[in-house]
Structures are given as structure tokens and as C-alpha cells.
């Protein structure tokens, strides 16, 4: 028994080297897809949802979706996007692969607006702004299952790293809605002051909940074990756009300006600007890159697509496109999301995977790494069906 024991362990240990050895050795390419509003100009009945290289952000395709669209979120089982078009009463749901729109979720009367998906079970949340409801959705099925009711207009929804708890923004009231995301019940709201938050970000840990307080000049803080709101962080001028890096060791605001606005990084640990970097006039949204090497930014009033590059405490201008591929339109991009894609040389892609978590508050999530074998070329993969672990 103790051979077949320690036999068992060596494969183990074998196949952790193997593995850390393929990633190490792991190649990899990146996509974003940014919502274009359209909201300013003559402002159509439509919108358009762009795919960009993530390294020279060239535009490789855009398609039609409905009125002022605005929240994005990638779906992997199956592999969709989501894309919130609040005017139009209804969802897009979109191959990324393809750029085809696959169907329309209609919503009527409640106004989908803030989306993301669940790391707890892979469900899409959509908050309803007109009705004061968060929608959750079959991402198989493409169906409302069931909702929860907050009050106000929620407006963007973020969710703890281990899916246990999700936080509502509330835009107008202003407040955030704690929501227990493995009962799917309302915990808790708190409330803020002035009247214009915006986005909130979660750190890598879960303990703590950012949210840029827009007209107030602050980064609100809020405590996730007890919901607890702690010390605001002063910023010098309208937080907007925020994210943080996957180390948690640093913050990524845009600033709100009606010209020379800028973009900080903020080391959290004494809470100083180590490094900024100009943007005209709106950074409306922010994600990171996984390895920390790259944040790109929309800007709503200039119709383009930012992307800085982060080298230790430093933030620096990579490139920048022009979102305006409709002739006589103003793109006014809102939401984005980063795709990644990393191959290793055995033709297998590295999949992330977050477990799901035990209790309510597990704050520290451990990320496990599985690989699936894909067929694959320049810009397309293809998966094979994966049944999903019990």
C-alpha cells in the first residue's frame, strides 16, 4: 500500500514539473471587444460591438447590435459574448469567433444595463435598471431563471473573485446592493454619498470592494467579510474608469475631465500615485491585462481605444485606435472585455479556472490549472466539449 502511495505521489510531482514547465514555455495572442454606444452625434437606433487585436489594436471586425448598447461580458461554456443594449430592451448574444449575432434576449420594460458572469456557477447577471432587479440567466439555455430584487436603477455589477458575493452599483441613489450570489438573496445596502459612483473592482484576494466615487473625488472602500465601509482614498479629480492588478498591489484610475484628462496607477499599499499617463477627456473603462503587462482604456468622448503599457511602477502609452468605423457616427465606446488565448507548444490551451467556494466568504481563492486539447490557427481555436467537473 505504501509503494502504490508513494508511486502515486511521484506522478503527482511529475505532472505539476510537466505542467509549470508547458506554461512557462506557453505562447499566447489576446482580443478586446468594445461596445460602441453611439449615444453622441445623431445617435442611431443601433449599436456595434468591435473586435480588436490586443497587441496592435487593429480593428478586425465589428457587428450590429441593438440601441445603445453598453455592458459586455464573455460567456466560456458556451463560448459567447453578452452585450446589454438597455433602449432596446433586450441582451445580444454574439460568437466572438465568428462575430455573428446569435440571437436576442428580449427583456421587456426592464432595461438590462450592468452584466457579468458568476465565478461560482458560470450564470449571467444582468441588472434591470428600470425595475430595480438582478436577472440571472442560463448561459445554455439563454433564459431568465429567476431574479432579485434591490430597488433603485442598478446600473454594473461586480463580483467577488470566488463568486460567493456579488456588489450591485446603484449610479443615482448612489448605493451598492450586497448580494449573497450562492443563495442569490440581498444582504445588505450601502450607501454612499454624492450622486454619481461608477465602477467598482474587486481585489484578487476578495477582501476588498474599490469604487470610484465620480463627483465626490474619491475611492470609496468597503470591506467584503462584513460589508463594512472603510476609510475613502482621496483621488485629485472625477474617478471613472477602474481596475486593479492581478497582483492587488495596485489601482488603474482615468480621471474625468473635459480635456487633458489622465490615467493614474496608484501603488495600494500607501495609497500614492507612482505613475500617470494623458488620455483627452474620458477613460470610461479599464481592464487588465492577466499578467499585469498591459491595461486598455475606452474613451467615450474621443470615439478610441487606449493601451499602456505597466513595467514595474510604471504606466506608458502603447497605442491608441480610432473606434469610428461608421462613417458620419460617433463611436462613444462604453463597456470592454479582454480575450485570452495562450497556446502551449503540445497544442493545448491553458484554461483558468476558479473553484467554487465552500461557504460564503472565501477570500482566498486558489486559481487550478487544466488543459484541453484544441485545434488551432492564426486568430480561430475550437474546443471539444468538456463535461464539467462535479
Known amino acids: 500500500m505504501k509503494i502504490r502511495s508513494h508511486w502515486s505521489l511521484w506522478v503527482l510531482l511529475l505532472s ?68 446589454t443594449c438597455p433602449d432596446s430592451d433586450h441582451i445580444a448574444v454574439i460568437n466572438p469567433s465568428t462575430m455573428e449575432l446569435i440571437d436576442n434576449i428580449e427583456i421587456e420594460g426592464k432595461q438590462p444595463t450592468g452584466i457579468a458572469v458568476s465565478p461560482y456557477d458560470s450564470r449571467v447577471y444582468v441588472t434591470f435598471s428600470e425595475t430595480g432587479e438582478v436577472g440571472i440567466f442560463n448561459p445554455q439555455e439563454m433564459e431568465l431563471t429567476s431574479s432579485i430584487h434591490v430597488g433603485g436603477n442598478p446600473s454594473s455589477i461586480t463580483f467577488t473573485p470566488s463568486g460567493a458575493k456579488a456588489y450591485v452599483v446603484d449610479y443615482q441613489e448612489p448605493a451598492v446592493y450586497v448580494i449573497d450570489a450562492v443563495r442569490n438573496a440581498l444582504i445588505t445596502t450601502l450607501n454612499f454619498p454624492g450622486h454619481a459612483i461608477q465602477d467598482a473592482i474587486a481585489s484578487p484576494d476578495g477582501s476588498t470592494i474599490y469604487l470610484a466615487n465620480m463627483d465626490q473625488n474619491k475611492i470609496e472602500v468597503i470591506r467584503t467579510r462584513d460589508d463594512f465601509i472603510l476609510s475613502p482614498m482621496e483621488t485629485s479629480l472625477h474617478p471613472r474608469g477602474i481596475a486593479i492588478s492581478p ?29 500617470t499617463a494623458s488620455i483627452p477627456s474620458n477613460p470610461r473603462c479599464i481592464k487588465v491585462s492577466s499578467d499585469g503587462q498591459r ?33 458620419g457616427q460617433q463611436a462613444s465606446p462604453v463597456g470592454l472585455v479582454i480575450q485570452e488565448v495562450a497556446l502551449i507548444p503540445s497544442g493545448k490551451m491553458i484554461i483558468e479556472r476558479p473553484p467554487r467556494p ?30 464539467p467537473p462535479t
Open 16 to 83: 505539476g514539473i510537466l505542467a509549470l514547465s508547458l506554461i512557462q514555455n506557453a505562447t499566447a495572442y489576446s482580443y478586446v471587444y468594445v461596445v460602441n454606444s453611439y449615444v453622441h452625434g445623431s445617435n442611431p437606433d443601433w449599436s456595434t460591438v468591435a473586435k480588436i487585436d490586443g497587441e496592435d489594436l487593429s480593428l478586425i471586425e465589428t457587428v450590429e447590435v441593438g440601441d445603445n448598447a453598453h455592458s459586455i461580458a464573455m460567456v466560456q461554456s458556451p463560448n459567447r459574448l453578452w452585450v
Open 247 to 275: 497582483d492587488g498591489q495596485y489601482l488603474f484610475l482615468g480621471h474625468y475631465t473635459a480635456t487633458d484628462a489622465y490615467v493614474d496607477m496608484i501603488r495600494l499599499s500607501d495609497g500614492q500615485v507612482v505613475s
Open 295 to 327: 491595461i486598455f482604456v475606452t474613451e467615450h468622448n474621443e470615439d478610441a481605444l487606449y493601451a499602456y503599457d505597466v513595467s514595474g511602477e510604471t504606466l506608458s502609452p502603447a497605442s491608441h485606435a480610432d473606434l469610428n468605423s461608421v462613417s
Open 358 to 387: 465552500q461557504d460564503l466568504l472565501p477570500n482566498e481563492p486558489i486559481r487550478l490549472i487544466d488543459t484541453l486539447p484544441i485545434k488551432f490557427e492564426r486568430y480561430k481555436y475550437t474546443m471539444p466539449a468538456k463535461t
